[in-house]
Nanobody
Framework: QVQLVESGGGLVQPGGSLGLSCAASGSAISIYRMAWYRQAPGKQRELVAA???????NYADSVKGRFTISRDNAKNTMYLQMNSLKPEDTAVYYC???????????WGQGTQVTVSS
């Protein structure tokens, strides 16, 4: 069992930056594909960025060049650095840990990110 806790959300002006963290406990995340998803009001949850156990990353087209996902397995933590934020980035951001072969999938409780002037 993996428990995931996001932190770092808040209110930021357009063009600003924010960093999210996802702290894991209960099991090491090193074998998991880790990802950030987000869900805006009235919209479906969507993948923002993912990082494999080997460190390969992929991003949604809407955040490429602005967001950076990373992981520190020694700290059992994943990060999302968000730069040049736009109002359309406003959403609840969720941390996810997934291991297909083990059929394991875990979610955090989410953290609100609001981009507004």
């Amino acid at each position: 069992q993996v428990q995931l806790v996001e932190s770092g959300g808040g209110l930021v002006q357009p063009g600003g930056s924010l960093g999210l963290s996802c702290a894991a406990s209960g099991s090491a995340i090193s074998i998991y594909r880790m990802a950030w998803y987000r869900q805006a009001p009235g919209k479906q949850r969507e993948l923002v960025a993912a990082i494999t156990s080997g460190g390969n990353t992929n991003y949604a087209d809407s955040v490429k060049g602005r967001f950076t996902i990373s992981r520190d397995n020694a700290k059992n933590t994943m990060y999302l650095q968000m730069n040049s934020l736009k109002p359309e980035d406003t959403a609840v951001y969720y941390c996810n840990a997934n291991h297909i072969l083990l059929s394991k999938n875990y979610w955090g409780q989410g953290t609100q990110v609001t981009v507004s002037s």
